[in-house]
């Protein structure tokens, strides 16, 4: 009888165990999440309450591959494969900032990488479309969204500099890798007073990153700071 209750408990032990360890390593998550937005972001300039909390609310470490996940809240991007990236934290909240998002705003990101700024996009706005031309990358990011539960962002996979022309037109767009020259198929799809964040420049050399505003048919730029990040890819 008693070897019966032994081996009856014993699962249950093992689980409790292994709750314990998972709750220990989100809480040192959640430490490093705020370390990360106090340090790195707020530190630097970053004021926006809505970009912070956004920032501090999504869990960076779900969007890298496994072996990188202690590495998730440095100061500095990441590789997720394809050659891909998932930019430095405080180039996300910068470039999310320079948007100056309503929380009824629809939003349309090319290059939707890992998901990571999709997510962040969508604590913040009503709607996020994002486009991956790589699609083992795009499904990969779908998957793990839906899973986390947003509802408000849409994946497709398929060629950014086209945009998403049926979903036009947009409150504002974020490029999330670079192109030689500002897509003008973008601007088109912008809203009158539209904003447009990018990095523009030559692929592996350093670029500009710049925001637009769309004044009648024009958009209206200015440069922000000098970045470096993937170059923009055409479908073939």
């Avoid at 408990?9 to 937005?37: K, N, Q």
């Avoid at 590495?71 to 909240?93: K, N, R």
């Avoid at 320079?98 to 939707?112: C, F, N, S």
């Avoid at 706005?125 to 990011?141: D, K, M, Q």
């Amino acid at each position: 009888m008693r070897k019966f209750i032994f081996q009856s408990i014993l699962p249950v032990i093992t689980l409790l165990a292994a709750t314990m360890a998972y709750g220990g390593e989100e809480d040192r998550f959640t430490g490093l999440r705020h370390e990360m937005v106090d340090r790195q972001i707020r530190a630097r300039g970053v004021k926006d309450p809505r970009v912070l909390g956004a920032v501090e609310k999504v869990p960076r470490h779900l969007f890298v591959p496994a072996p990188l996940k202690p590495a998730a809240y440095g100061d500095h991007p990441l590789p997720i494969g394809e050659g891909q990236t998932i930019s430095q934290p405080y180039i996300v909240a910068f470039m999310t900032e320079a948007l100056g998002l309503m929380p009824d705003d629809k939003v349309l990101e090319i290059g939707t990488g890992s998901g990571y700024q999709a997510a962040v996009l969508a604590e913040m706005v009503r709607e996020v479309y994002t486009i991956e031309i790589v699609e083992e990358l795009g499904r990969r990011a779908q998957g793990l969204l839906e899973h986390m539960g947003y509802r408000n962002i849409h994946v497709r996979i398929g060629d950014g500099y086209k945009g998403w022309p049926e979903e036009a037109p947009f409150d504002a767009i974020m490029v999330t890798a670079a192109p030689d020259e500002i897509p003008e198929q973008l601007v088109s799809q912008l809203k009158e007073g539209g904003r447009l964040v990018l990095p523009v420049g030559n692929p592996g050399g350093i670029q500009e990153l710049i925001l637009g505003r769309k004044v009648g048919t024009r958009l209206r730029t200015e440069t922000l700071m000098a970045v470096r990040f993937v170059p923009m890819v055409k479908e073939r």
